[in-house]
């Protein structure tokens, strides 16, 4: 299966105890936004978290990330451990045509979607550490989820403070500060139950917990980031080891996939703006298949750009934006006859901007539209063999311990909220997109979830 029929609500699961503990034996890791952070800094949730709640960043949160979550507010050991689960329950507007996963019916399905622990922290002043094991509720499985091992120095250039960085990671993307690109974009939560699109692109969680990657990064005077690296994908017997496996991205990876990023950024005290572009160009056989000696290339290029209006603290304003185009040179899935053109693209265009209140209570409203080639070989289970998808994702939702002195304990942290996406495409047309009589807007999803982090 190539990359572009992946479903976008999966999730690799995560690492066994043994192996994120062999793996921080071999290298430093890096932490995000779990409670053992809060503990380690003294902070409440919401000086890192837009909402008090992760994954969406503050420019506190974005320094606290890059410089490798080593940042601390006590002296006295404090435990890099932290645990978190999602539970849901999905109605669609109408019955989906088979069962999201076994045990679950055609609709009003819910349950634990996932539980992950996590072991997030800082180690000194050069090493930190976000490692993810998880559980998946829908696919009742453990495998390895995101990994971010970080090392770090500081120093100066002309005058300006330079922060240096190396990264290790399984998921292009899982590294960056902006909550802009696919990892840690909006929606920030979903669940497997949901009907999602088929396209999807490499670069935007295509490779997730199937590769690693080797960056290195620069931020200059807290304004210039820059970013660079190589994924590769490790042998079958480390993939087994970690739950994962090569067929989630549709093949193995044929060589080293080059992958950068820049981005501009500004902070104004109660306001502050981003602006970045972003790249990788990958290959691999389709489906591990090396018969015709050739491999599929993808070429994934964007821009994205985010605006935070922060104010007093009380009240938050965010935007978030990016546009995704990729070129796809399929030569072997055109040689193997997987695909009616060796030449095809995809573009996507994502915007979203929310507003919470007291940094506690808030909504979002997130546009979204895929478009890109036909191709019956690309998308055979619709009717007009396009990637097409257009819809709004509607969310409110509420955290009430997340500020300070909101609770006594920081460890504890909860979110309650109800997300509706609203399809005005599925899978190529508006219509009939399945040749079966199903809309675009039988799929439309009413979610209500908690989000529990301790």
């Given amino acids: 299966m190539s990359f572009l029929t992946f479903k976008n609500g999966v999730r690799g ?5 043994a ?3 062999g793996l921080l034996a071999l290298t430093a890791t890096q932490a995000a936004a779990v409670p053992s952070f809060a503990v380690q800094t003294g902070e409440a949730c919401s000086a890192c ?6 994954p969406q960043l503050t420019p506190f949160g974005r320094e606290f990330k890059l410089e490798g979550y080593t940042m601390r507010g006590t002296d006295k050991f404090t435990a890099p451990i932290s645990a978190m689960a999602v539970f849901s329950w999905v109605n669609t507007a109408k019955d989906l045509p088979a069962p999201p996963a076994d045990h679950y019916g055609l609709n009003n399905n819910g349950g634990l979607d996932e539980a992950s622990l996590f072991l997030a ?7 930190g550490s976000f490692v993810q094991v998880t ?3 829908v696919g009742r499985s453990i495998a390895w989820d995101n990994l971010d091992l970080r090392a770090i120095t500081k120093t100066t250039l002309e005058g300006d403070d330079l922060l240096l960085g190396l990264n290790i990671n399984n998921n292009p993307g899982i590294q960056d500060p902006f909550n802009t690109l696919g990892a840690w974009g909006f929606p920030y939560t979903d669940s497997d139950l949901m009907p999602a699109p088929d396209a999807g692109f490499a670069i935007h969680g295509g490779y997730g917990q199937t590769v690693l990657g080797a960056n290195v990064y620069a931020w200059w005077n807290e304004s210039v980031y820059a970013e660079a690296g190589l994924y590769w994908m490790p042998g079958s017997g480390f993939m087994q080891a970690v739950g994962s496996d090569a067929s989630d ?12 990023r820049v981005a501009y950024n500004k902070d104004y005290g109660n306001q502050n703006f981003e602006v970045g572009a972003f790249g990788m160009i990958s290959s691999l056989y389709p489906d591990n298949d090396r018969s015709t000696g050739k491999s599929d290339h993808h070429d994934d290029y964007g821009i994205d750009a985010s605006y935070q209006f922060m104010g007093d ?3 938050v304003y965010t935007v978030n934006a990016r546009y995704t185009h990729e070129d796809q040179d399929l030569e072997a899935s055109y040689l193997l006859g997987n695909v009616m053109k060796r030449s095809n693209s995809l573009d ?4 979203d901007g929310s507003y919470y209140w007291q940094n506690t209570i808030g909504g979002t409203v997130g546009v979204f539209d895929t478009w890109g080639s036909t191709d019956a070989g690309l998308y055979p289970d619709n009717r007009t063999f396009k990637p097409d998808s257009q819809g709004i994702i509607f969310q409110v939702d509420g955290t009430p311990w997340g500020r300070d002195g909101s609770n006594g304990d920081p460890r504890f942290n909860l979110r309650i909220g109800l997300q509706y996406v609203m399809y005005t495409s599925f899978n190529g047309s508006d219509s009939n997109y399945d040749g079966m009589g199903r809309s675009a807007s039988d799929n439309n999803t009413l979610r209500i979830f908690t989000w529990l982090a301790l």
């Fill in 121 to 127: 922290g800082g180690y000194g002043s050069h090493f």
């Fill in 313 to 315: 603290g009380s009240n």
């Fill in 249 to 260: 991205a549709g093949g193995i990876m044929d060589g080293t996939a080059p992958y950068f």
């Fill in 19 to 21: 192996g994120a503990a």
């Fill in 135 to 137: 559980f998946d509720g």
């Fill in 13 to 17: 699961a995560v690492l066994s105890f």
């Fill in 49 to 54: 978290h837009v909402g008090a709640f992760g």
């Fill in 348 to 351: 996507e265009f994502r915007i």
